[in-house]
């Protein structure tokens, strides 16, 4: 058994953690309310604006949005992916990590897969084993739509120029503060868009029907990221706060248990203190 020395180093060190620990959890905690009203807010928007996109491309004929549409060989794929930049977040980063070594290793087994990392753990993990095309882990510094849009028309112009075949996001997505969803979604090319029921209301559209769509679909390819790195976003403070929480959970127990070892070895070396007094009395009166 330790002695006491030892026991009270390790119930100070322990409290220190537990201190730091519940601090980063009332942090993200804070941050989460955030983060998740962003996200809430946006999704609707998003979703609105595929489903137009939709609608106005469901009668359409032609290969209207052939840049965007080209459906080619895939021999060369770029995998977004995005993480963040700090850690203690439970398994939020090593999730996103495992799947793309799974699209690597079966999905696009024999491609070649390059890797454009949103945030510091993915380019970390990943510089070494996949060709690393981008870093920008800055995003999170100024989390704007504006820097999210300087991104997604990089990645277009990747697919445009003929550089990539096929370009997916991986992330993660939020449920709720306890629940993170990994996520493989298409980019570009874009999905052929298929709508068994098509508006036969008579719009007048100025200008065309066409250059709506055109216009509407890189602004819906930069909402596309821009959500997808505001759920990641979100899922990240969500992850932190459960695993900071578990982690004072774990530390409060572990003090408590220390405690109680603590006692009991004062109360064993009590005891022998007095039981040696005793038996130095009774050698002296005999």
Do not use: W
């Amino acid at each position: 058994m330790a002695n006491l020395k030892e026991i009270r180093n390790r119930i100070t060190s322990v409290s220190s953690t537990m201190q730091i620990t519940s601090a980063m959890k009332m942090v993200s905690a804070a941050k989460l309310k955030k983060a998740q009203d962003a996200i809430t807010a946006m999704r609707p928007y998003a979703e609105k604006l595929t489903e137009l996109i939709q609608n106005l491309s469901a009668s359409l004929e032609g290969d209207f949005a052939g840049q965007y549409t080209e459906q080619r060989e895939v021999n060369k794929v770029l995998l977004v992916v995005v993480t963040s930049n700090r850690g203690l977040c439970g398994a939020f980063n090593a999730n996103i990590l495992k799947q793309v070594k799974n699209l690597s290793e079966t999905t696009y087994a024999g491609k070649e897969v390059g890797v454009f990392a949103i945030g510091k753990k993915a380019h970390d993990a990943l510089v070494k084993t996949n060709f690393v095309v981008a870093n920008r882990s800055d995003i999170f510094d100024d989390l704007t739509f504006d820097n999210a849009a300087h991104i997604a028309e990089s990645l277009t112009h990747l697919f445009v120029d003929g550089e990539y075949d096929k370009i997916e996001l991986v992330y993660n997505q939020f449920k709720n503060a306890a629940t993170q969803i990994v996520v493989t979604e298409q980019f570009l090319p874009l999905a052929p868009i298929e709508s068994k029921e098509v508006s036969t209301s008579d719009y007048i559209f100025e200008p065309s029907k066409e250059e709506i769509v055109l216009t509407l679909i890189p602004k819906s390819l930069k909402t596309q990221l821009y959500k997808a790195v505001r759920d990641s976003f979100a899922a990240e403070h969500g992850a932190r706060m459960t695993a900071m929480h578990k982690a004072t959970d774990n530390a409060t127990e572990l003090r408590n248990q220390l405690k109680l070892t603590y006692n009991k070895a004062r109360q064993a070396a009590i005891t022998n203190e007095i039981l040696e007094i005793v038996g130095g009395a009774e050698a002296l009166n005999n």
